[in-house]
């Protein structure tokens, strides 16, 4: 049987995978995948069955990820990790993160059907927790795997049920004790590579007729939570030159914001600048008061550092220069940070090669997101990043990858491990 045969006698299978992982997180109108919880445990269950079908192994480290390893002839030689993650958004879609672990399991499966024989351990990984809306911290399985999860995450609360991840961790079955600054979780040896494929979460692929990219890098990201603008409340009636509107204050930062990103545009400068949260205290707000007090959240990326690090700077400087100008305290409460993640140049070349082997059109591209990715090429471990055509963005219902573009990345994957591993 070729190859290409057995990636077309897999797609059923995916099909049905994705169906299961559909019915798991079935969440009027979306998907929820919590973290650390029934339905992420649940997909974590299936990905296994899935692995014992396939005669894989079966381990999970102390944070509770997954690792599925097809044993290769040489067991000391450094292992290629493949992977992503299961949990999703509130009312999310079935392809964030699904589709990255559901593609490498497929590669596997196609190789095992034509009698394909790894020369080191190939593992398939599902981290815990990629999603931030959980405990206001992203990528947090990948970060405990790799000894970088930062030292107050295990004190932080989920957002609905108001345990921390600690106790979340051990409701799983992991052991939070064990997870420490530096410490790494990864399966014992050392790790050639990490591949990831990823639903795009922006309509480029679809713009340009193309299933697939080669990612070219993660943007790294700064996060502020809950930034608190404490103003002064008042009357309707007061003057302008009064008030210490802290509205009228989060409005200004937010279109100075908009106005740096599009100078940065014009520019040439990738990034992005998101405010999510954006409202007055909704136990105090009236029709007839000048609001005191306001709260906002802001998201700040870019591809390189050094970038990263002076829109930080303008940010800051933006927060001080409304705060004087209209009378305001800006509190701007934790800081969380991403790294950048630049993708490595070889695998990128040879992940292309491996696609146009295989039929696959693919484009190179700038991840919009960040992704478990990141923290493995922050940490010096070449990464590579497919992704994957997807009409609709992500993080809601509507997200609409179809499976022979999946099958498109599984088929690259397929290719690379064959000629790579």
């Not at 405990?144 to 600690?166: E, K, Q, S, V």
Request: charged share 20%.
């Amino acid at each position: 049987m070729s190859l290409a045969a057995a990636l077309a006698a897999e797609a059923l299978r995916v099909q049905a995978l994705l169906d299961r992982l559909a019915a798991i997180g079935a969440d009027p109108p979306g998907i929820t995948r919590h973290a650390f919880d029934a339905r992420e445990n649940a997909a974590h269950a299936l990905a296994a069955s899935e692995a014992a079908r396939l005669g894989l192994e079966v381990a999970r480290d102390a944070a509770c990820n997954l690792y599925l390893t097809w044993p290769g002839a040489d067991r000391a030689a450094p292992r290629t990790l493949l992977g992503s993650h299961f949990d999703s958004v509130r009312h999310g879609g079935n392809f964030d993160g699904a589709a990255g672990v559901v593609a490498a399991l497929a590669a596997v499966a196609a190789l095992r059907a034509v009698g394909f024989v790894p020369r080191a351990d190939i593992t398939v990984a599902a981290f815990r927790c990629e999603e931030a809306v959980w405990f206001g911290l992203g990528l947090i399985g990948s970060r405990a795997a790799l000894g970088i999860l930062p030292p107050d995450a295990l004190d932080r609360r989920r957002a609905d049920t108001g345990l921390t991840l600690a106790e979340h961790i051990a409701g799983c079955g992991g052991d939070p004790g064990a997870i420490r600054p530096g410490a790494r979780l990864l399966p014992p040896g050392p790790v050639r590579c990490f591949l990831e494929a990823h639903i795009e979460q922006a309509p480029s692929l679809i713009e340009a007729g193309v299933p697939l990219a080669v990612a070219t890098g993660i943007p790294g990201n700064i996060r502020h939570a809950a930034i608190r603008i404490a103003g002064e409340d008042a009357h309707v009636g007061l003057p302008r030159r009064f008030r210490r509107d802290a509205a009228l204050a989060g409005a200004e930062i937010f279109t100075a914001l908009d106005a740096m990103w599009a100078e940065e545009d014009a520019a040439g400068r990738a990034m992005a600048v998101t405010i999510g949260r954006f409202h007055t205290d909704p136990a105090r707000h009236e029709i007839t008061v000048v609001a005191g007090d306001f709260t906002f959240s802001i998201d700040l990326r870019a591809y390189d550092a050094p970038h990263l690090a002076w829109l930080e700077r303008r940010f800051h400087e933006v927060l001080d220069e409304v705060a004087a100008r209209r009378g305001v305290a800006i509190d701007p409460g934790p800081r969380n940070a991403a790294p950048v993640g630049p993708c490595d140049a070889a695998l990128r070349a040879s992940l292309a090669t491996a696609a146009a082997r295989m039929g696959v059109a693919t484009l190179p591209l700038g991840s919009p997101a960040s992704h478990d990715a990141a923290n493995f090429a922050a940490t010096g471990i070449p990464t590579g990043l497919l992704l994957i055509r997807n009409a609709n963005g992500s993080h809601n219902p509507r997200e609409a990858m179809d499976t022979a573009d999946l099958m498109a990345a599984a088929a690259t994957f397929a290719e690379w491990l064959r000629a790579e591993a």
